[in-house]
């Protein structure tokens, strides 16, 4: 039978047999490494091998390894051994027990990687966990031939190497890619270590599951001692590069706003020790095209490596600037502070008094197993999702439950409710641009664009319809279009778009990605882009203005990369030897080479096919990824992939630091920083072991 078969056990599940519609007996199941689902002629099994021989070879060689150790027959009996592997006995045919796994026997190294890897990794175990005695009586009834490894061996052998496999995996992913994208961060833990994390975004495959897709990486999570310094932050960061090969390859990195990341990312030029003092030196500017004048080859080029790394490579976490134009609005918010505080006071109670819980699981038709979630001060959408559970509750049911003397001052007023109904509607639209933009997994950067637009319509609307928060709204448009200016100056909404580079939000990357996300495209312009007061002539002008810009702007990008995509195969062609080409075929390949150039869709002519033809796809790697947008459009093609890599925010840092949290607990606070940096960085990288 095939469902017996020692391959679709191995690696296998929910396997099942049928009829196809040709009257054909078939068999098929889904892999427990990728869920893929195999088809193949009932009785073989050959299409289950060729998929894990092909999309998941190390998976491949240890069922190799366990097929070549049960056939070698080990045991005296194939048939007992077989019933063994299947029951886990511990006696031979004749009732004798056997002895223990020896070191290379395909089990025991099995059993001991995947403890490794699911529970100490996996499930963030404590390292401890080989040393209970409770755990060790478990391992004996699942498989008493097994022997387990000890915490010597896990902490100094096992992890390490695990580690140092996991970062060549990520080197050699890397390598692969012409241009990375990063974000960094500085987290402290509970023993108030310094930690600086870095993780690396490219669209890749996947080497487990041979998928295309978006590829979170983290480089390191490594300690950080002294003062975190923009300059420190910046020679560790760059030592990091250096480590992982790709110094020239960052194209931008992703930081919150906080003043040391800035300057860690500026221009820093190596200077001599001895050197006179420029006293006009602040007005000084990498931009200058005079300062540049009269300098030499040699020392031009330490002054175009500094370039390398400039601040335009720097961008600002959109989630964090999202949070301090919330922030600005909230302190606007003075008319409604006692039923905000209210809401909070309810939340505490909920949480910390067992007579208010009972009163309002009781008093509420849904309170039962729910509750008011705290607020903290450094997430304000925190308070927001505070404010919707407590609006989630019927407002005379909450009423009834604070009616006593003790809880009566937590009492919500009618007009009470209604502000905090209207707060809430104001945030709403924050709340989700703030999801939208904090995953790894999904193209963000593209939604920064349509969102702050988005917003500011928002905005504009209720600073009409607004009853009592007319002052929040005037604040928080205010704040959008401060801290978001360079969108709306290259969105001709305000300012220039000249002066549109060195303001808050102003680089180009940021239209580039709206318009190659086929969600996008740049229905946005028709939709948000308004000035008002602006006639709808005007409108229509300026909008077709800026769709004129946009369109040069991707032209020269398409065809800047093209330059450099010619000028590496070039290069390489230079390196290598001359081929001998007879005249007669040279002639040809000239023919040829000119026959295709006059046939080639120019860059100007695939953006527009593009634009035309693009659907409302929502998955945008799916569709770049796919044979007919790589054959259609091949310049817009590498652009596309370049630009909608970049994160829009440094969530996926954070989120690394979460996991840091969770490793290093209270009970294993003891854990030592090089400890905490292999645990970490095996957790997060654990879908490429």
């Not at 409770?134 to 052998?157: E, G």
């Not at 023993?191 to 495959?205: K, Q, W, Y």
């Not at 000084?284 to 031009?300: F, K, R, T, V, Y």
């Not at 940021?510 to 008002?532: F, I, K, R, T």
Request: charged content about 25%; aromatic content about 6%; overall charge neutral.
């Amino acid at each position: 039978m095939s469902s017996t078969s020692r391959v679709i056990q191995f690696g296998y599940t929910e396997h099942k047999e049928f009829v196809d519609q040709k009257g054909k007996k078939k068999h098929q199941a889904k892999c427990n490494f990728c869920r893929s689902v195999i088809t193949e002629t009932s009785g073989m099994t050959s299409n289950f091998t060729r998929h894990l021989q092909r999309v998941h070879p190390k998976r491949h060689a240890a069922y190799v390894e366990e097929s070549a150790f049960l056939k070698a027959g080990a045991e005296k009996s194939q048939q007992t051994l077989t019933a063994f592997i299947r029951h886990g006995a511990g006696t031979s045919g004749e009732g004798a027990p056997l002895g223990p796994y020896k070191p290379e026997h395909w089990r025991q190294k099995r059993i001991t990687e995947a403890l490794v890897k699911e529970l100490v990794i996996g499930c963030s175990l404590p390292l401890s966990i080989v040393e209970n005695q409770h755990f060790r009586n478990f391992m004996r009834v699942v498989d008493d031939r097994y022997t387990l490894l000890a915490r010597s061996t896990l902490t100094s052998v096992k992890l390490p190497a695990m580690y140092s496999a996991g970062k060549k995996e990520v080197v050699n992913l890397l390598s692969t890619q012409d241009t990375v994208s990063l974000t960094t961060d500085i987290w402290s833990d509970r023993r108030m270590r310094s930690f600086l994390g870095v993780t690396a975004h490219i669209i890749g495959e996947n080497p487990q599951t041979k998928k295309h897709g978006l590829l979170s990486l983290l480089l390191t999570c490594q300690r950080f001692s002294g003062s975190h310094t923009g300059q420190r932050i910046s020679e560790v960061f760059d030592a990091i590069l250096e480590d992982f090969g790709i110094e020239t390859k960052v194209d931008y990195i992703v930081t919150d706003n906080a003043a040391n990341m800035k300057k860690a990312f500026k221009v820093q030029f190596p200077v001599e020790e001895e050197i006179d003092v420029v006293e006009d030196a602040d007005q000084m500017s990498e931009a200058d095209e005079e300062l540049w004048q009269g300098l030499g080859d040699e020392d031009l080029e330490p002054v175009m490596e500094a370039l390398k790394v400039s601040s335009k490579q720097r961008l600002s976490c959109f989630a964090h600037t999202l949070q301090l134009v919330v922030n600005d609005g909230m302190k606007d918010t003075k008319p409604i502070g006692r039923a905000i505080a209210k809401s909070s006071k309810l939340a505490t109670y909920l949480h910390r008094s067992t007579v208010f819980k009972e009163r309002f699981e009781e008093m509420t038709t849904k309170g039962k197993g729910r509750t008011i979630p705290a607020a903290t001060s450094t997430r304000w959408n925190s308070t927001f999702h505070q404010l919707k559970a407590l609006l989630s509750f019927d407002e005379k049911e909450m009423s009834d439950v604070c009616d006593t003397n003790e809880f009566r001052h937590t009492t919500v007023t009618h007009r009470e409710w209604q502000q905090l109904t209207e707060l809430c509607d104001i945030l709403e639209p924050f709340a989700e641009a703030t999801n939208l933009t904090q995953g790894d997994q999904t193209v963000t950067i593209s939604a920064v664009v349509p969102l702050v637009l988005d917003l500011a319509a928002h905005l504009r609307r209720f600073s009409q319809e607004a009853k009592s928060l007319k002052p929040l709204v005037a604040t928080l448009r205010t704040s959008l279009e401060r801290r978001f200016k360079g969108i709306f100056s290259n969105c001709l909404m305000a300012g220039t778009p000249d002066a549109a580079a060195d303001e808050p939000f102003g680089e180009k990357l940021y239209l580039l990605g709206a318009v190659l996300d086929p969600q996008y495209c740049m229905h946005w312009v028709d939709v948000d882009v308004s000035v008002p007061g602006l006639p709808p002539a005007a409108t229509k002008n300026k909008r077709q203005q800026l769709r004129d810009t946009i369109t040069e702007m991707i032209v020269k990008e398409m065809e800047e990369l093209d330059e450099e995509t010619e000028a590496q195969s070039t290069s390489s062609e230079d390196d290598a030897p001359p081929a001998k080409v007879s005249r007669l075929a040279a002639k040809y390949k000239n023919i040829r080479k000119q026959t295709r150039s006059g046939e080639r869709d120019t860059s100007r002519r695939q953006l527009a096919k593009f634009l035309e033809e693009a659907s409302l796809e929502t998955d945008a790697v799916r569709f770049w990824h796919s044979d007919h947008a790589r054959q259609r459009y091949p310049s817009l093609f590498s652009l596309a992939l370049k630009v909608l890599s970049v994160p829009a925010s440094s969530a996926p840092v954070e989120q690394i630091f979460s996991h840091g949290g969770i490793i290093i607990r209270p009970h294993r606070a003891s854990l030592s920083a090089k400890m905490t940096e292999m645990l970490v960085f095996l957790k997060c990288n654990q879908h490429l072991l």
